[in-house]
């Protein structure tokens, strides 16, 4: 019987992630460490831990283990952290966590990953920009095999820069920025 598993996964609502750890859970899956994108888990009871992430921004930056002493005395227990995110366990027989978690902090890493995957969008917006201009300099060139060569290229990089664009990136930004916006009403109610 498999007593590890291993799963490439990427969230970009770290709501959505908290929900599929509580599922892996439910399924006997119990996470003990992640990267972000690389989840390892352990065989478990089918729902015996609940998951919640949490965002102490303050614990993070301090490095101190009060934090962590208060939520063990609580019943939870500490999992890892990751860029300012805190997987917590609790037993199912513990009862579930308190909900509320730190708006301010969620807002925060939503806004720094926005702001990385917009970076992202506009580089590839300026490189597709580039490929485009040089496209039109290597087209009035006289023809040989290198500007042949070359209009291939400057062709090809745009277009490809397109694709990633709307495929990928793209969504990815419009679903933060949902996220942000959801947030912001969250913490105005």
Same mark, same amino acid.
């Given at each position: 019987?498999?007593?590890?598993?291993?799963?490439?996964?990427?969230?970009?609502?770290?709501?959505?992630?908290?929900?599929?750890?509580?599922?892996?859970?439910?399924?006997?899956?119990?996470?003990?460490?992640?990267?972000?994108?690389?989840?390892?888990?352990?065989?478990?009871?089918?729902?015996?831990?609940?998951?919640?992430?949490?965002?102490?921004?303050?614990w993070?930056?301090?490095?101190?283990?009060?934090?962590?002493?208060?939520?063990?005395?609580?019943?939870?227990?500490?999992?890892h952290?990751?860029?300012?995110?805190?997987?917590?366990?609790?037993?199912v027989?513990?009862?579930?966590?308190?909900? #509320?978690?730190? &708006? @301010?902090?969620? +807002?925060? *890493?939503?806004?720094?990953?926005?702001?990385?995957? %917009?970076? !992202? =969008?506009?580089?590839?917006?300026?490189? #597709?920009?580039? &490929? @485009?201009?040089l +496209?039109? *300099?290597?087209?009035?060139?006289?023809?040989?095999? %290198?500007? !042949? =060569?070359?209009?291939?290229?400057?062709?090809?990089?745009?277009?490809?820069?397109?694709?990633? *664009?709307?495929?990928?990136?793209?969504?990815?930004?419009?679903?933060?920025?949902?996220?942000?916006?959801?947030?912001?009403?969250?913490?105005?109610?």
């Amino acid at each position: 019987m498999k007593t590890n598993k291993t799963i490439l996964r990427w969230f970009a609502d770290f709501d959505k992630e908290e929900e599929w750890l509580n599922h892996m859970s439910g399924n006997g899956w119990c996470l003990w460490h992640t990267n972000g994108y690389i989840y390892r888990f352990k065989k478990s009871e089918p729902g015996e831990f609940i998951f919640q992430i949490d965002f102490d921004e303050d614990w993070v930056n301090d490095g101190t283990e009060d934090y962590v002493n208060f939520r063990s005395s609580c019943g939870d227990i500490f999992v890892h952290e990751m860029d300012s995110r805190i997987y917590w366990k609790r037993r199912v027989s513990d009862g579930p966590f308190e909900h #509320g978690g730190n &708006g @301010v902090a969620k +807002l925060k *890493i939503a806004n720094k990953a926005f702001s990385l995957w %917009f970076n !992202k =969008l506009t580089s590839l917006l300026y490189g #597709g920009a580039i &490929g @485009v201009v040089l +496209l039109l *300099i290597f087209r009035l060139l006289p023809e040989c095999g %290198f500007t !042949k =060569l070359m209009v291939g290229i400057c062709r090809d990089v745009p277009v490809a820069f397109a694709i990633v *664009i709307v495929l990928f990136v793209f969504p990815i930004v419009m679903k933060l920025h949902r996220k942000i916006d959801v947030l912001i009403r969250k913490m105005t109610e």
